[in-house]
């Protein structure tokens, strides 16, 4: 049985691949992530996580056409699987449920 649960990271990658309109490899989900949530991510931290979510089924590859601009080397290209958006899912559900608990007044007596 595949582990449903997921790291911060995984989320966030699992994420940027699912908004993404194309497969995507490993530098174009590292500079969204940047560019989406202000912080610095490693490319192997990305890497890392991008195969780890493949071997969950949350995400599937193939290799892409090797081009000059990269001396000849090919790019592994990720896309979203019909597991990885039930995950999504499930975690924007779960997500929803737990803000929804938060008493109305308690964020307004935090000043939020």
């Known amino acids: 049985m595949k582990?449903?649960?997921?790291?911060e990271l995984e989320e966030l990658v699992l994420l940027v691949v699912a908004a993404?309109?194309?497969d995507v490899y490993g530098v174009p989900v590292m500079e969204q992530l940047h560019q989406l949530t202000g912080r610095n991510f490693t490319i192997s931290a990305v890497h890392t996580t991008l195969y780890?979510?493949?071997?969950?089924?949350?995400?599937?590859?193939?290799?892409?056409?090797?081009?000059?601009?990269r001396g000849g080397r090919s790019k592994r290209l990720f896309s979203l699987t019909a597991e990885g958006g039930r995950v999504l899912r499930q975690i924007q559900q779960m997500r929803t449920r737990l803000w929804d608990a938060?008493?109305?007044?308690?964020?307004?007596?935090?000043g939020l």
């Open 52 to 69: 780890r979510l493949e071997e969950k089924g949350f995400l599937t590859s193939s290799v892409g056409g090797a081009t000059t601009e």
């Open 20 to 22: 993404s309109t194309e």
């Open 3 to 7: 582990k449903t649960v997921l790291g």
């Open 102 to 110: 938060i008493p109305q007044g308690k964020l307004l007596l935090l």
